[in-house]
């Protein structure tokens, strides 16, 4: 198994939701291409922002990879501590928590780079909190312009007396008795 930088195939097949994935969220989500993940991908592996050491960089092009492969079922701490950190078989997963350390390293790396070169980038990758398989997803674009808030709402009605009007009537009402 490749654990390098993905390469490019043309009319590459989609890459569909996992079954595990909820309803709701399969149908939030469109059919994202192989090289639209691997374009991300390779885009995230080059930012300088993304500031993770080489390791973390092989862990996210072979759980990827992976996903891609349609063999996500298969993406488990000891197969990523096998396959990626050079682990034996007799890999412990309870006394070595290489896989999860460098998990929170990966996720920290995530967040960096979509807060400053990724900002833009229409393609999210992400690895969920207690999970080891990436989730892709487009940016929802948030630039676009709300309507605006019509001005008579935000004005008091001619018709209607303001509360503060109210309350001084009361006041000298009650003042004078």
Known sequence: MSTGL??????SPMVRPPKSVSESDACARSEISEDAIRDGLRHLLASADFDVPDRVRRFLSYVVEETIAGRSSGIKAYTIAIEVF????????MNDPVVRIEAGRLRRGLERYYLLDGRTAPLLIDLAKGRYVPSFRWRVSDQSDPEPISTSILQPSVQA??????????WLVS???
């Open 6 to 11: 993905i390469g490019y195939r043309s009319n």
């Open 175 to 177: 003042s004078a008795g």
């Open 86 to 93: 050079g682990r034996g078989t007799d890999f412990d997963i």
């Open 161 to 170: 007396p303001r509360m503060i009007d109210r309350l001084k009537s009361h």
